[in-house]
């Protein structure tokens, strides 16, 4: 009884404060978006980008404020399991690709197969050219290519496995003392090895192509970090429901497939500058992620200076994160019994 006192008056303790700081960076952010003003951007677009970002604010502090304890259980886990997330993550990786030759070369072998494979069809037979959304110069196709592909890769092969986590590790599922939350997190993270190869051989072909190391290269760690809270929201989700509807894997697999064209990836955004379309692809959170890659590695651009793309980004990743974690923590109870 004494222990469990404690933990409630932990919970009171800190929690009033964190609510309270939570409320004023909330109402601070959502002065800033209404006073924020790009006089570059049209009036009525900025108008519905400022009703936009209020909404998903105000969604998203009254749900921290409701489920507040349900929302802070997820990531305590993750923080006090690290050392235990951070070595099953490289037991993972290896497993992988254990008994072949060439080991972990094998994961680079499928993603620069695709960009090969893109670069001969677009540039080298159709003869397609790219350039700068920022500035207009042209860019080598290969550089625009994988800029676009680097993140995409890790997003679809992070929310792939993530997603199977449960199911492939259902035998530590069953294990009464095992904290089942780090299952999606190990994936992701060894996921995110891949990642970091790829981007360095991007860097590197960057540099073959006339790109010049910047200081804005420093930004691809922030992109890649977002990119992993955001789909780390999206697993906790989709690796619950998976466990009671195994059919949403092939649904996400032809999701990614959609989400190829979907996404700015093999094609420019600036193409869309005058239509209607442009809106709906940039509420697609990887657009944030890809242009981010881009603005970072040739078109020299600050994240912060997309003041209402980083502002709805961050909102959804966090409503994300927070829905993700709910339907986590309520489907878990029969995780054991069915599988």
């Known amino acids: 009884m004494n222990g469990q006192s404690g933990v409630v008056r932990g919970r009171t303790k800190y929690g009033k404060p964190i609510m309270i700081f939570a409320w004023i960076a909330a109402a601070a952010l959502a002065a800033v978006i209404l006073l924020h003003n790009n006089p570059l951007d049209d009036p009525d677009?900025?108008?519905?980008k400022k009703i936009c970002g209020c909404v998903l604010l105000g969604t998203g502090i009254l749900?921290?404020?409701?489920?507040?304890?349900?929302?802070?259980v997820?990531?305590?886990?993750?923080?006090?399991?690290?050392?235990?997330?951070?070595?099953?993550?490289?037991?993972?990786?290896?497993?992988?690709?254990?008994?072949?030759?060439?080991?972990?070369?094998?994961?680079?072998?499928?993603?620069?197969?695709?960009?090969?494979?893109?670069?001969?069809?677009?540039?080298?037979?159709?003869?397609?050219?790219?350039?700068?959304?920022?500035?207009?110069?042209?860019?080598?196709?290969?550089?625009f290519l994988m800029a676009g592909m680097v993140p995409w890769f890790f997003f679809q092969d992070a929310l792939s496995s993530g997603t199977a986590s449960l199911l492939e590790y259902n035998y530590l599922v069953k294990k009464v003392v095992f904290k089942?939350?780090?299952?999606?997190?190990?994936?992701?993270?060894?996921?995110?090895?891949?990642?970091?190869?790829?981007?360095?051989?991007?860097?590197?072909?960057?540099?073959?192509?006339?790109?010049?190391?910047?200081?804005?290269?420093?930004?691809?760690?922030?992109?890649?970090?977002a990119c992993f809270i955001m789909v780390l929201g999206m697993c906790y989700a989709t690796c619950a429901v998976t466990v009671y509807f195994r059919d949403l894997q092939q649904i996400i697999g032809i999701g990614m497939q959609i989400g190829?064209?979907?996404?700015?990836?093999?094609?420019?955004?600036?193409?869309?500058q005058h239509s209607d379309m442009i809106i709906l692809i940039k509420l697609n959170p990887m657009t944030y992620i890809v242009n981010g890659f881009r603005g970072a590695i040739y078109e020299q651009q600050w994240f912060f200076t997309h003041f209402y793309s980083t502002t709805y980004f961050w909102i959804l990743t966090a409503l994300l994160f927070g829905l993700g974690s709910l339907i986590f923590k309520k489907l878990k109870t029969g995780f054991a019994d069915i599988l």
């Open 180 to 225: 089942i939350s780090v299952l999606p997190i190990i994936k992701i993270i060894a996921a995110l090895f891949t990642h970091i190869f790829f981007t360095a051989f991007l860097l590197v072909v960057a540099v073959l192509y006339g790109c010049r190391p910047s200081l804005y290269w420093l930004q691809l760690p922030y992109y890649s970090a």
């Open 63 to 72: 749900s921290f404020t409701v489920f507040y304890h349900k929302l802070t």
């Open 74 to 143: 997820l990531p305590k886990e993750l923080w006090n399991n690290r050392r235990l997330i951070w070595r099953l993550a490289k037991n993972d990786f290896k497993k992988r690709y254990a008994g072949s030759i060439f080991g972990a070369v094998w994961a680079l072998v499928p993603p620069v197969t695709t960009v090969l494979m893109y670069w001969i069809v677009f540039d080298k037979v159709f003869h397609q050219t790219q350039s700068s959304a920022a500035t207009g110069e042209p860019i080598p196709y290969v550089v």
């Open 260 to 272: 190829t064209w979907a996404t700015p990836i093999l094609w420019n955004i600036s193409l869309l």
């Open 45 to 48: 677009t900025q108008r519905l």
